[in-house]
């Protein structure tokens, strides 16, 4: 397995991870001579999740790393070319690396609504293609890494573990699970994070280890014996 402590979640997110009427419009700023112009994109959002009175920036790295490594295979720019996209323009795309500059507040800083979290400045035909995915990373994370500060600060000293990989959305678990930490909470269930990313590691116990015994004292016991300064006994697998 390669090391890949320190980098971004998404093993290949492809140029093609965005809405179709971006390829559409930076088509048309080629075609139109404005493929050079210089424009500036600010994200930023209307109002506060879950009711609160500020959100935790989070998938900035993500970001940052799709937009450094951001390159069209030869399968990608064939389907492009096969929904009437001109060759020149696949040609331009083929050799495309970002020139422009990027601006954002840092992870793990709290931000309000109308405020810029991520500006990026270059060329339109290289800002405009990076629209879609850059907010999809940057919204997704920052609402995880939200409601994580939210728990934090609730449990006044206690610590918080992410349990959430089993519900995210495929790979989606990962870029959760990292937010999760930029939010404050103190150890995560996902293995393959705690592995890339060296952070705590933890859990309890599923009900299936308690169902496979003939009472929850012998689960208990048993549990308890393997795991003896660690154990986290869950409770609520009968009568519930």
């Known amino acids: 397995m390669d090391e890949r402590r320190g980098q971004a979640y998404h093993r290949r997110f492809s140029p093609l991870y965005t809405d179709y009427y971006e390829y559409s419009m930076t088509q048309g700023y080629y075609l139109s ?6 424009a500036v994109f600010d994200i930023f959002y209307r109002q506060n999740p879950y009711g609160g009175g500020y959100a935790i920036a989070a998938g900035l790295r993500d970001a940052v790393e799709y937009v450094l ?14 929904r009437g996209y001109r060759d020149d323009f696949l040609q331009v795309l083929e050799k495309m690396r970002f020139t422009g500059d990027i601006t954002a507040v840092p992870e793990g800083e709290v931000i309000f609504p109308g405020e810029p979290i991520v500006s990026v400045k270059g060329p339109l035909i290289e800002t405009q293609l990076l629209e879609g995915l850059i907010l999809s990373m940057v919204n997704f994370q920052t609402l995880i890494a939200t409601k994580a500060r939210r728990m934090v600060c609730a449990a006044e000293g206690r610590s918080i573990v992410d349990f959430g990989l089993r519900r995210a959305q495929g790979d989606g678990g990962m870029g959760a699970s990292r937010a999760c930490f930029v939010g404050g909470v103190a150890s995560t269930s996902n293995v393959l994070l705690a592995f890339e990313e060296g952070v705590p590691v933890g859990g309890t116990m599923a009900h299936s ?23 986290v006994l869950l409770l609520d697998t009968y009568d519930t």
């Open 209 to 231: 280890w308690i169902q496979s015994f003939d009472s929850e004292l012998e689960a208990f016991r048993a549990y308890a014996q393997m795991h003896p300064d660690d154990a």
């Open 33 to 38: 001579g404005k493929g050079r112009d210089e």
């Open 69 to 82: 490594n951001m390159r069209f295979t030869s399968e990608e720019l064939g389907y492009l070319s096969s």
